[in-house]
Nanobody, 113 residues
Framework: QVQFVESGGGLVQPGGSLRLSCTAS????????LDWYRQAPGQQRDLVAS???????IYHHSVKGRFIMSRDNAKNTLYLQMNNLKPEDTAIYYC???????WGQGTQVTVSA
């Protein structure tokens, strides 16, 4: 059961950047797909970016061109580089756990002047 610990969030001004990390409890190379989600206050958890079967990342239209998802299998870690952040990017960001795993605490990203 692969579970993740998210980190790297914080408070940033509009136009700023952050890099989020998800470190796994075991190898991520066994997972068919890797996903970043986010949940804004009062909203459902939404898919932000995915890597499926070692393919190129796929992005939600709202972050395409601004966010970059990557992976480091040797470190069992996913990354989400977030550039040109907007107030609407404010949310708690999560990595989806592997089958049977529990969701982590997430990492809070707040974009505000």
């Amino acid at each position: 059961q692969v579970q993740f610990v998210e980190s790297g969030g914080g408070l940033v001004q509009p136009g700023g950047s952050l890099r989020l990390s998800c470190t796994a409890s075991e190898s991520i190379s066994v997972l068919y797909r890797l996903d970043w989600y986010r949940q804004a206050p009062g909203q459902q958890r939404d898919l932000v970016a995915s890597i499926i079967n070692d393919g190129s990342p796929i992005y939600h239209h709202s972050v395409k061109g601004r966010f970059i998802m990557s992976r480091d299998n040797a470190k069992n870690t996913l990354y989400l580089q977030m550039n040109n952040l907007k107030p609407e990017d404010t949310a708690i960001y999560y990595c989806e756990p592997g089958p049977g795993g529990a969701w982590g605490q997430g990492t809070q990203v707040t974009v505000s002047a």
